[in-house]
């Protein structure tokens, strides 16, 4: 199953909990567009076949793929706490799920007054680094219109209706009482106790 790449290596983390798989078939299409943007691939890298879920407990299961899978992981899920978030500006490119995270690390590295960051890119309000994010109006759920990465978990719940896109500012921050983060393991979590620092 280990080979050596000259292609950068991709990444799908995908909850399991008490057996059961979250999200699969979300996981397998974003795995499926990703393979065949960076490989021109045709054929499918069937993940359901090659994921053996450990019975209990809660794990993040660990893929690294390119044109073929490379290795698979199941890791005990440990919860980040996050409180703190600051804005920073940031050019950073990250439309597919690369395993190279490094960009996104030293973004962190960076800011380590914090807990995470939110990354503002041409203006607008992306994803923190491990997660998309969402902000409430009163009314509805909105998440930005352009995010850094798509996440699985974003477009099940934009596609459940839950969720809204829509270009958000900074500056727009006023107009929304909550905020969420969404990502596969988190699903989608309000943070209860936060602060935005600019």
Not at 153 to 162: E, H, P, Q, T, Y
Request: hydrophobic share 35%; glycine share 4%; net charge negative.
């Amino acid at each position: 199953m280990s080979e050596e790449y000259n292609s950068p290596l991709l990444l799908e983390t995908i909850k399991i909990a008490e057996g059961e798989i979250a999200n699969l078939p979300y996981h397998q299409n974003r795995c499926d567009q990703s393979r065949q943007t960076l490989f021109q691939s045709t054929d499918i890298l069937d993940l359901a076949s090659v994921i053996q879920p450990p019975p209990t407990r809660l794990y993040r299961c660990r893929i690294l793929y390119g044109e073929k899978l490379h290795s698979i992981e199941y890791i005990p899920y440990v919860k980040k706490e996050i409180n703190s978030l600051k804005i920073v500006t940031s050019n950073i490119d990250y439309p597919l799920k690369y395993a190279n995270r490094d960009a996104l690390n030293a973004l962190l590295e960076s800011n380590k007054e914090v807990d995470e960051v939110i990354i503002e890119k041409e203006g607008y309000l992306t994803d923190i680094t491990i997660a998309n994010i969402a902000f409430y109006d009163g009314e509805q759920w909105f998440t930005p219109e352009t995010p850094l990465l798509k996440g699985t978990m974003r477009a099940k719940l934009i596609n459940d209706g839950f969720l809204q896109k829509k270009e958000i500012r900074k500056e727009d921050l006023n107009n929304y009482t909550q905020v969420a983060l969404i990502n596969a393991m988190l699903g989608f979590k309000i943070l209860n106790h936060f602060n935005i620092h600019y």
